[in-house]
């Protein structure tokens, strides 16, 4: 049978073969399956990893960053289009100025779509990470005194919002800047503005001790141990810890906010979920559809989103939507990807550093292109 819940598990067990432990999530229709494969640890030690496992997300939390910046612009806190010289004024060290480059100054929406010209990581910083790839906890030294200072020395790579260039230091002071205007930290702005409503337990910056028992460690390719990360003020970049439970939560918004928030036009869409129960995200639907209607041209088949990627497939491959993003930190890596049109969506999570993107989108593009059958229907 070609159930969503079988085909949840044969990729977790596919990854299960390559990976320490994996988690992988598929949702369908209204449906949601979460399977796991593995082990937490090493050999025997651990025990299988599951729906409530947390694990580090990386990049994924950009997602989470984008979505306060759109929940605050709608809150009338902040605008897309504020410098973020002016978010920062008072937080400046004396004498630093943000770089600048042609005629648009650089603002918020350019840091959660990658046009800010900024480079991929803060100053000082590239050398050493080409020297010391796997070096423990890289970005731990990355206070908002170390970024802000190390921006005055910073040159844009491009005009802000002339063309897309991936930046981890433009995320982190997207998080930065968003939590010094709300005048509380990063992880405080994320769980008032994203975990409160959508009722996210265990996405976090800092895992209480009960969570930090559920953490599942991470480890190399080789599977050897590997410290967790922690990345200071430039937490918005890649931060945050989460479960496979939370993110279909927050996945199951998005996949409720419709394809009409993506602007991109395709095949008819199924309909959003219809169960007994609300489709979580009221709260957020109309931050959903903002960070969705805001869209860069990167290429003539995808584009960036307010923190998602997004691209459609070409007709001979079905012409599917895809939105996405993936994260990996020092030992783990994950991949969350969703299609608003047939109303599809999944999660993979691993505690490996070795990509997860593949078998991810390969489940992705089965439930697009697969009737699957689903409980209750």
Not at 97 to 113: C, D, F, I, S
Not at 286 to 303: G, K, M, S
Request: proline content about 8%; charged content about 20%; some cysteine.
């Amino acid at each position: 049978m070609n159930d969503l819940g079988s085909l949840v598990q044969q990729t977790a067990d596919r990854l299960a073969g390559q990976q320490v432990g994996a988690v992988v999530a598929g949702l369908a229709r209204g449906t949601v399956e979460i399977r796991g494969a593995g082990r937490t640890g090493p050999g025997t030690a651990g025990g299988p990893p599951g729906p409530d496992t947390l694990f580090e997300i990386g990049s994924v939390t950009k997602v989470f960053t984008s979505l306060a910046l759109a929940r605050l612009t709608l809150a009338g806190t902040v605008t897309l289009d504020d410098p973020l010289a002016e978010v920062l004024a008072d937080a400046l060290p004396a004498g630093v100025t943000v770089p600048a480059k042609g005629p648009e100054p650089l603002a918020l929406r350019h840091l959660a779509t990658h046009t800010s010209g900024l480079p991929r990581l803060p100053a000082g910083m590239l050398l050493p990470s080409l020297l010391s790839p796997n070096k423990p906890d890289p970005y731990a030294h990355c206070t908002a005194d170390t970024l802000l200072t190390g921006l005055g020395r910073t040159r844009l790579r491009a005009a802000p919002g002339r063309s897309f260039r991936y930046s981890n230091l433009g995320a982190g002071l997207l998080g930065l800047a968003l939590a010094h205007r709300a005048g509380i930290g990063y992880g405080e702005l994320v769980r008032r503005e994203i975990c409160e409503p959508l009722g996210l337990k265990d996405t976090v910056l800092e895992p209480s001790p009960e969570q930090t028992a559920r953490l599942a460690p991470g480890h190399t390719t080789g599977g050897r141990p590997v410290p967790a990360w922690h990345l200071a003020d430039l937490a918005g970049a890649g931060g945050l810890r989460s479960t496979a439970a939370d993110l279909a939560v927050l996945l199951r918004a998005q996949l409720a906010a419709g394809p009409e928030a993506s602007g991109a036009a395709g095949e008819p869409a199924e309909a959003p979920e219809r169960s007994g129960e609300a489709a979580p995200g009221t709260e957020l639907a109309a931050a959903i559809a903002l960070t969705r209607e805001v869209r860069h041209r990167v290429n003539p088949v995808a584009w960036m989103h307010l923190g998602w990627l997004g691209h459609r497939l070409h007709a001979r491959q079905g012409g599917h939507l895809q939105i996405w993003h993936n994260g990996g930190t020092g030992g783990y890596r994950s991949f969350v990807a969703f299609d608003p049109e047939r109303q599809v969506g999944v999660i993979v999570l691993a505690n490996t550093r070795r990509s997860v993107d593949a078998p991810g989108v390969r489940l992705l593009r089965t439930l697009q292109t697969t009737r699957a059958t689903f409980p209750g229907r």
